[in-house]
């Protein structure tokens, strides 16, 4: 049988865009997270800039907001090197009409070499990474609910960092499910790393039941959900989702699926907490626990740096 | 078929490396061969403290071509480079592009007061204005052969030559 080949891989199977977690095998990400590691000492030397992007240049495309992923991505890019050119398109030329793969074929004129693209609707990098001249490369920072693979990275990134090991792990992933490209790459990337046991916890609105048939284990019950688990990956409760009628208020869901220190004691005690950012403080985390000795929180921002750097260093090197 | 004897170039490296240092010298092997060979200098010279390890992975000008080669290793230099005499160690001189890279690397952590080379085997085939202050052997290989040194799991070294 003809298999179509994952359109992120060359033909030595070698990464070339980071479109989706969905699909790559586990030798590449653990190459990718061995790669962040090298980049994160980068940080302790006196010059923390290496020359593997210089002369290249990086567009960050972010037709949807969202300053931390961009400077992230930015910070990474300007340590390898790379010249950044940061496009605040969702106020110029798609207001204007232009389309997308207009705005594409207008900056690969001016020379780049790599996209950084967050979109609203799924599949945008996609359409990028079909499009592009085989010399350029794309990174996908978020499109719409379907898959946000360097968050996914950065969570692999922490875990392995505080837990060394996937394969004896409990991981419940807490809170709106079903809208979160965060959690979607986070369940594809601890697949395929081993994990044997994923829950998704949060009320039946947001964590329907067929998640299922993602391979992980479906909890309504907080307590049932976070009991003896290692890691605990709470997700930002999106302020439009309280409108929509899927919630009945910011309130009630603290009250069931808030992370007090209460709830935290269910869990192993060294169990860590992370949280893709910006927190809500005493909507999903209560601020003790935000704060507190579990949260490796700041840390995931800091692996987050590293880990695109190791992203965007390694498809740069590899050849469509 | 070229027969290198690892262990005795090991011993003239040894003395070789000897009148290179200076009381306050360092030594820096470089990831991978380098690295093996500056942790037995260190122990057989008696030096105090740990051994610097560098890479070149993030300086290789061939970057564009063969990307970032996997599990090339991480610079580890636990102690001020900054005014420092360091002593390079390598396995193999060869085009010199190595050595052109691992001396970018050294100078991201500060600027030492001198760096010399020293090799168990110059190979010829330069293609940068770089030279070994010692070298245990000196021989001429054709281009496209490969050479690199192994270490057993006796701690003992070995050459193995690759056509390419």
């Not at chain 1, 403080?281 to 190791?310: C, K, N, W, Y």
Request: with cysteine.
């Amino acid at each position: 049988m003809l298999m179509k080949r994952n359109p992120q891989l060359n033909k030595h199977g070698e990464l070339i865009h980071l479109l989706s977690i969905e699909g790559l095998p586990r030798a590449v990400l653990t190459q990718i997270l061995d790669t962040a590691g090298t980049f994160l000492s980068v940080n302790d030397r006196e010059v923390k800039k290496v020359p593997l992007l210089r002369g290249k240049s990086v567009f960050n495309l972010f037709f949807e907001n969202s300053t931390r992923t961009r400077t992230t991505f930015e910070i990474a890019a300007k340590r390898l090197s790379a010249d950044v050119i940061n496009l605040d398109i969702a106020r110029s030329s798609t207001a204007k009409g232009e389309s997308l793969l207009d705005t594409i074929a207008n900056l690969s004129a001016m020379h780049a070499d790599m996209f950084v693209v967050r979109h609203a609707e799924s599949g945008a990098p996609y359409l990028i990474a079909q499009h592009v001249a085989p010399h350029v490369h794309v990174v996908n920072a978020g499109d719409g609910r379907h898959a946000h693979p360097t968050q996914g990275l950065l969570d692999m990134y922490t875990i392995r960092h505080f837990k060394k090991d996937f394969t004896q792990l409990t991981v419940a992933i807490v809170g709106d499910i079903v809208h979160s490209r965060v959690a979607r790459s986070d369940i594809h990337a601890l697949t395929t790393l081993g994990v044997p046991e994923i829950r998704a916890v949060g009320p039946k609105t947001l964590v329907p039941g067929d998640l299922a048939g993602m391979g992980v284990r479906v909890c309504h019950d907080m307590a049932e959900g976070i009991r003896d688990a290692d890691v605990i990956i709470m997700l930002r409760l999106q302020n439009e989702r309280m409108s929509g009628a899927m919630l009945p208020s910011a309130g009630e869901f603290f009250k069931h699926y808030g992370l007090t220190p209460e709830k935290l004691a269910l869990a192993k005690p060294d169990c860590i907490v992370m949280h893709p950012g910006p927190i809500n403080r005493g909507v999903e985390i209560d601020s003790s626990v935000a704060d507190g000795s579990h949260s490796v929180i700041l840390p995931q921002v800091t692996f987050g740096i590293a880990v695109r750097m190791a992203v965007m260093s390694t498809i740069a090197g590899n050849q469509a | 078929m070229l027969q290198l004897d690892a262990e005795s170039l090991y011993a003239e490296l040894l003395a070789g490396v000897r009148p290179l240092l200076k009381p306050e010298s360092r030594l820096v092997g470089i990831w991978r061969g380098g690295a093996w060979l500056a942790e037995r200098l260190q122990r057989d010279l008696g030096l105090p403290g740990p051994v610097g390890i560098i890479s070149s992975t993030l300086h290789r000008d061939d970057f564009a071509e063969r990307g970032l080669a996997s599990g090339a290793g991480r610079t580890t230099l636990p102690f001020e480079i900054d005014a420092a005499h360091l002593v390079l160690v390598d396995d193999v001189l060869f085009t010199g592009r190595t050595i052109r890279a691992v001396i970018n690397e050294l100078y991201d952590f500060g600027r030492p007061a001198s760096v010399q080379l020293a090799v168990l085997v110059d190979r010829g085939g330069r293609e940068l204005p770089i030279a070994a202050a010692y070298a245990a052997a000196r021989l001429v290989l054709p281009a496209e052969q490969k050479l690199a040194l192994a270490q057993q799991d006796d701690g003992r070294f070995s050459f193995s030559v690759e056509p390419a």
